[in-house]
């Protein structure tokens, strides 16, 4: 079914199913997001960033919770054992099972409305994360990496919210959103982490709801979370729109393949602005999903 171009070679042909997404963690979040697949522990990790709150699920164990001290946007898992997360203040060392949190840098201490959002290791070890103003007024976020050497370095600015990244599987090609404009950049990235030819990879009308996190394939397609969208979208690298999962949720915030063969996409949601009308009709809000695929995803790298 084609739902229409946006953009003068950009291609909506979609392929819609009703998922047997299954709430594997109904935590009601208010503001899930960063699903990780963590190999060492065979385990899905992700905050609740308005909670704040880090959770752990395993299929043995359930669910684990922490409270963090500050709010984390994003979370990857480090060579050195914990993670590095992106926060309200900068970049940082985490481990909450040991309850350690340590500052790395903060690039925008002077900007105390902003705070780190979305965040992701690229190919070679590298953590890139966005920065988005808190109160989603202003266009003042920027896309940062931050190397194993922990230097950082802005690569791109003018965001309202920024969300992604995510990664071709050959490392070349780079993906970040710019959510409230519906707009998902792709960018040629080198073997030095150099990010260049900013270009619209794909873009999306309103009724489609608005790109959020997201992650890549095997093949080299993009599986995109749809705040405001209820489903997870996958797009080929051709920016063919090839497949529409439906979910019982409003507002989808970004989704990551993991299980022993990464043939699972889980996919984390949110509460925040919802009232209680709109609960009532979605009560898993803010729940953790997972459903199989018939395509495997890419085993994520630890930074460092």
């Not at 070679?9 to 997404?21: N, P």
């Not at 990780?36 to 709150?53: F, M, S, T």
């Not at 608005?210 to 997870?232: K, Q, R, Y």
């Not at 729109?241 to 949601?269: I, K, M």
């Amino acid at each position: 079914m084609r739902l229409g171009t946006v953009g003068p070679q950009l291609r909506f042909v979609i392929v819609i199913e009703h998922s047997a997404a299954e709430p594997i963690a109904p935590v009601e979040a208010v503001l899930g997001e960063g699903p990780v697949w963590v190999e060492r522990d065979q385990a899905l990790w992700w905050v609740d960033i308005k909670g704040p709150a880090v959770f752990r699920w395993t299929e043995a164990g359930g669910v684990a919770r922490w409270t963090p001290p500050l709010r984390i946007g994003s979370l990857a898992p480090a060579e050195r054992g914990g993670f590095v997360a992106g926060t309200e203040r900068g970049f940082f060392w985490a481990d909450p099972e040991a309850g350690l949190y340590e500052a790395i840098a903060d690039p925008e201490a002077l900007m105390h409305d902003n705070r780190f959002n979305d965040g992701k290791v690229d190919r070679a070890g590298r953590f890139w994360a966005g920065t988005m103003d808190d109160r989603e007024e202003l266009a003042q976020g920027g896309l940062y990496r931050l190397d194993p050497d922990l230097s950082w370095r802005l690569v791109d600015d003018g965001y309202m919210v920024t969300n992604g990244p995510a990664f071709s599987p050959d490392g070349r090609t780079m993906y970040h959103t710019d959510s409230v404009k519906r707009l998902i950049y792709a960018f040629d990235l080198d073997s030095d982490g150099n990010a260049s030819n900013r270009r619209p990879f794909v873009s999306f009308l309103e009724e489609h709801g608005h790109p959020d996190g997201m992650t890549v394939d095997s093949e080299g397609c993009l599986w995109i979370a749809f705040w405001n969208g209820w489903c997870v979208r996958r797009v080929s690298p051709e920016a063919d729109v090839l497949q529409t999962v439906n979910l019982p949720v409003e507002r989808p915030t970004s989704c990551a393949f993991g299980g022993p063969a990464l043939d699972r996409l889980f996919v984390t949601s949110a509460r925040v602005g919802l009232n209680e009308n709109a609960l009532a009709v979605q009560p898993l809000a803010g729940a953790l999903f997972m459903f199989e695929t018939n395509v495997r995803g890419i085993a994520e790298r630890p930074f460092g």
